[in-house]
């Protein structure tokens, strides 16, 4: 074998690695934010705290319309009157950014 194809050979396994291993970096980046922003004191994957579970809130929102973007809004801007009697309150500290990675990790959760 070549040097040259045992380059090739090696740029190959790495993208395949990457490929691979991208959507639970992703996933982990999301649940990091939901972590540092305190969503995990109202929220728990499945079973409801103060708000709903985030597996809830998937299956309630799944295949609707603006999904992605009306969950950006209610992360960041508050919510009340979908789940229950208790308001989620306005996040400020989460840019448009983060809370679209957010909403695409609750996205995922539908089972
Ligand atoms: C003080 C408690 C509390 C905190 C902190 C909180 N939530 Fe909520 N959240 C709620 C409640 C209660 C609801 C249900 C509101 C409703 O019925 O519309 C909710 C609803 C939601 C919804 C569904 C939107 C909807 O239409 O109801 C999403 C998405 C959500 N929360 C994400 C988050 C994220 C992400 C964070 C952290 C940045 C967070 N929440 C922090 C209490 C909280």
Do not use: Y
């Not at 074998?1 to 395949?16: E, F, K, P, Q, V």
């Not at 980046?29 to 079973?47: D, E, I, M, Y």
């Not at 319309?65 to 309150?89: C, Y």
């Amino acid at each position: 074998m070549t040097h040259r194809s045992l380059m090739t050979l090696a740029a190959t396994a790495a993208a395949l690695t990457l490929f691979v291993l991208a959507p639970s970096a992703h996933a982990d980046t999301a649940k990091n934010l939901v972590r540092t922003h305190g969503c995990f004191t109202c929220h728990a994957l499945s079973g409801t705290k103060v708000g709903p579970a985030f597996e809830t809130i998937a299956a309630k929102f799944a295949g609707k319309k603006d999904e992605e973007q009306t969950l950006v809004n209610a992360i960041r801007h508050g919510e009340s009157g979908t789940f229950g009697s208790m308001a989620m309150p306005a996040n400020t500290t989460v840019s448009e950014a983060d809370a679209k990675v957010i909403a695409c990790w609750i996205a995922t959760l539908k089972k």
